[in-house]
DNA sequence: TGAATAGTGTCTGTGAGACAATATTAT
DNA sequence: ATAATATTGTCTCACAGACACTATTCA
């Protein structure tokens, strides 16, 4: 141990270390929805994340996160920001900040540190046609007790995932992500979406953060749906609408979507 | 927006972003205990954290969290336990990841970015002597509406600490949190020690997280003071009893401290 | 004996899970 | 009429808050 901070520095000097890069990497989260042809049904929905294909060396032609440089004069919230920005048009999308990860191998070129973020976006509000190189896919995840699977499909990819969990911590169930299988994806970045849906999931049940997904006015049972995919199950209706119950608004306005009773559109409600 | 990826990389080359530097603070807790005079009362016990106090430039003289910088190849979780080695002589301590902060102007010589680590540890396995320019400081928090206040005392000097919060988030409760009064301490460690003890207290309701802050036996009596700490209210014993009941585990050793009915020992009970 | 902590019993209210029942629409 | 969704009612069970009560020790 050192007695004092002059020996401890004098271990540690900053000279002794070389600078080194940070990058941003942004889990960007909506839902999409598919068209029914039964006309009574409801159009079912999808979680779905923004992925973005790579044309340059490391990891060409693989998908990845959108992302990039943080620049040695910007605000380390600025650099999301200003990709979200790039990506989607948008500026006022809810952005957190997720993990930081620093794995001496991240990067094949050099050390590359990145602070990954997560964005939750309204599909409806993104007029602009994507990138050609971006493209929307639909993430079904199924986890047991050992590992996650996590299946992204665009309509023409299928990407499979699979992400074996230990437990690391016994006090705090935290668990330490392994990728077992991955063909498809850049960088680290199929643990980035494993630990960002994960936040996803357990934040919904003590948040109101669902609602960043939704647009202005929306049915309970759109809602519930939303609810639905992100948790991966199904919700019973009464327990639902309880716990909902305070956090939204009934307005006049009406949808009427098809051979079944209209349904009242709600807005979220600010406290 | 960007409709090509090389349009993107074109407008973000890496090579337009100078390298800095990233270093780790760890905010490392504990729980003290002050020796009572009466010899029937339990030994009062106080929420503690452990600083250092600087003697170089920038901010000489000023009180800081443990840290120092990340090595180009080391692994970035391996820097806080390299500090907390060094600081504890201790190796199995609980570490997590609380936040990367990246401030411009965070440090006045330089871009710095630093990610924090909170760590949790049983004072009674530090036998070794602090370093002269270590110090335990009891904190007590006080929290309301708009602002917290944190006083640290190390018996010597006291250090108070106001920051103000600002709801940055309406769906999630997020606030963000800016410093009113700190004269005490260095660059932006007030903030980490917010941020940190406001997440241990939201983890103390939802894991067994406290238990890496005990020793091996306990009374119950003891623990629920760790709690009531943390959490910086008193409890009621059967409603505490009922929820760690299933956590612990009852030993036939007893302990005897004073005027009063002795105390049977418990473990922590792994699953 | 009294002050202090250890430990248990129990009542009450809240809230989630579960299931049942009613309402309304387009074809 | 029927299939589908919308919406509400209500029973039960688990559990946290609150308060009361008993047990045990040392000076």
């Known amino acids: 141990m050192y007695k004092t901070e002059e020996e401890f520095l004098k271990a540690y000097n900053p000279d002794d270390y070389e600078k080194l890069s940070l990058t941003t990497d942004i889990l960007i989260c909506s839902v999409s929805s598919e068209e029914e042809e039964n006309y009574r049904k409801l159009s079912k929905k999808y979680f779905s994340i923004l992925l973005v294909k790579r044309d340059n060396y490391p990891f060409k032609d693989k ?67 994507l990138a050609d190189n971006a493209s929307w896919f639909n993430a ?29 911590d016994q006090t705090t169930d935290r668990y330490k992500y392994t990728v077992v299988k991955n ?10 979406i494993a630990t960002g849906i994960s936040r996803l999931k357990n934040k919904v049940g003590y948040t109101d953060i669902v609602f960043n997904m939704m647009p202005e006015y929306f049915t309970l049972g759109e809602l519930q749906q939303v609810y639905e995919v992100i948790l991966g199950k199904k919700l019973l209706d009464p327990a639902f609408r309880r716990i909902i119950a305070n956090k939204v608004e009934k307005t006049k306005k009406v949808r009427n979507t098809g051979g079944h009773r209209p349904s009242y559109l709600f807005k979220y409600k600010n406290k």
């Open 140 to 168: 079904t995840v199924l986890e047991d007790e050992n590992e996650i699977h996590i299946t992204l499909d665009n309509g023409k990819e299928i990407i499979p995932l699979v992400i074996k969990k230990t437990l690391k």
């Open 63 to 129: 998908w990845c996160l959108p992302g990039g440089f943080v620049g040695i004069d910007e605000e380390l919230e600025d650099a999301p920001k200003r990709i979200l920005a790039a990506e989607t048009n948008l500026h006022d999308i809810y952005l957190e900040q997720l993990y930081t990860y620093g794995g001496v191998n991240r990067d094949p070129r050099m050390r590359v540190i990145s602070t990954s973020y997560i964005a939750l976006v309204d599909k409806n509000r993104l007029k602009d046609k």
């Open 183 to 192: 063909d498809d994806l850049a960088f680290d970045h199929a643990l980035v």
